[in-house]
């Protein structure tokens, strides 16, 4: 079988938690004017999908949500993932994706009352979500938010400012502030950064957070600092929501073979239980019971479908399952790291920073966001995108996910450049 074309829309996708499917990647035609491939299911009053609570804060959410996707097919995916029992939401200014949930809620004025909403915006300080509060509220025809997140903790900050914004009195005292106002229930951050088991740590030993998501892999080892900090909010009762737990894993960097029957083959639990390997994956996430619900964007009613059918018919894995799915997933070179702190780089004697170059290929590559991968890529300082003279051996060496650098390296010059 020849390399998957990463311009399908499919499901290399599907579970692309947090990152925004691109307009090219779905219809151009005008917003409304493509009917989905079937139309919504009818679901029943109140019919929804499995439920965990969110951390100490105890609202319970459904195990799966909706992030956000650019392009005309939004407005029916939402409808969709509705009638199929989906109850959490996620979206943030940044993502321009706002305006599609105000016509949702201007059109059908009870919905807002059933769903979980979250937004985000990138204050540079605590005091500064305030007013940004008001304006999401603004964008999305609300009164009320239910979780307000801190959009990428660390990308626009030092480590000591990012940590700063989550564990100071000023943010204690503006996330205190808006609860107390009840213009949003929840306050916390999203984190995809290499130090974000830093980060997750000290907010979590702060406790003025009430959940958290992040960039999430359901292998973590024992030790590591990203799984001790998660531990932590497990202790202090704030929630943990996984994102980009699959882009740029199982379409990776090998050129040959059928990737998912392979998957299927290694992890002989995956065929008993009638699962594909992307349903293994989110039960292997829900298998761990910190993770209260999983970010999709997902794009089209099959990716949603599948879904929601793996949550109905969640059922824990055992450890060895999870190792075999670890095993299958590395074994076909993925492009996206998750559980790590930047190695690669030091060891490669680099200051390019691999991990985020590669994110950003996935970006482009498999999450069809072209202009938001190359729009990040050209925000990145010069050193920071110079990989010359740096020692991809070695760096891949160190890298847990060994990622191919060689590989993929020239492919962010010469896609994202
Ligand atoms: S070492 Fe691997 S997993 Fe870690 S940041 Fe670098 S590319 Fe990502």
């Known amino acids: ?91 943030a200014k940044v993502y321009g994706t706002e305006p599609n949930l105000r016509r949702w809620f201007e059109q059908d004025p009870e919905v807002r009352k059933e769903i979980f909403l979250i937004t985000k915006d990138m204050p540079k300080a605590p005091s500064q979500l305030l007013s940004m509060l008001d304006e999401r509220l603004e964008a999305l025809g609300t009164d009320y938010i239910d979780l307000f997140f801190i959009h990428g903790l660390g990308d626009d900050h030092s480590l000591d400012d990012a940590v700063n914004m989550v564990v100071s009195d000023e943010f204690k005292q503006t996330a205190e502030a808006i609860r107390k106002s009840g213009k949003a229930r929840f306050v916390g951050f999203s984190s995809h950064h290499k130090d974000r088991a830093t980060i997750i740590q000290k907010a979590a030993e702060a406790g003025y957070v009430d959940a958290i998501m992040l960039q999430y892999r359901p292998w973590l080892p024992a030790d590591s600092a990203l799984n001790r900090a998660l531990d932590t909010c497990w202790e202090k009762g704030i929630g943990l929501i996984s994102m980009k737990q699959i882009a740029g894993q199982f379409f990776g960097d090998k050129p040959e073979g059928n990737i998912l029957d392979d998957v299927s083959r290694r992890v002989p639990t995956l065929k008993e239980r009638n699962l594909s390997p992307f349903q293994g994956l989110l039960h292997a996430i829900w298998s761990d019971e910190r993770i209260t619900s999983v970010c999709c964007s997902m794009r089209n009613t099959e990716q949603i479908r599948e879904n929601v059918d793996a949550a109905r018919r969640f059922e824990p894995l055992e450890a060895a399952d999870l190792g075999l799915l670890r095993d299958a997933t590395l074994a076909h070179g993925p492009t996206l790291c998750a559980n790590c702190d930047g190695r690669c780089s030091d060891a490669g004697g680099t200051r390019a920073d691999l991990g985020t170059l590669t ?31 740096a020692d991809l051996d070695s760096a891949r060496a160190a890298c847990p996910e060994r ?15």
Not at 360 to 389: K, M, N, V
Not at 409 to 417: I, Q, S
């Open 403 to 417: 990622l191919d650098f060689a590989r993929l390296l020239p492919g962010v010059d010469r896609d994202l450049g």
């Open 359 to 389: 994110r950003y290929l996935t970006y482009y590559r498999h999450l069809g966001d072209r202009s938001e991968a190359r729009r990040q890529y050209a925000l990145l300082p010069p050193e920071a995108r110079d990989w010359s003279g």
């Open 1 to 91: 079988m020849s390399r998957p074309d990463p311009d399908r829309t499919d499901r290399r996708s599907f579970l692309q938690a947090g990152a925004i499917a691109s307009a090219a990647a779905l219809s151009t035609s005008a917003a409304g004017a493509n009917p989905p491939a079937q139309d919504p299911p009818a679901a029943a009053p109140g019919a929804t999908i499995p439920k965990r609570a969110l951390g100490k804060a105890g609202v319970e959410v459904t195990m799966l949500d909706q992030g956000a996707i650019r392009g005309p097919s939004y407005d029916r995916i939402l409808r969709y993932a509705f009638a199929s029992g989906i109850r959490m939401f996620d979206t």
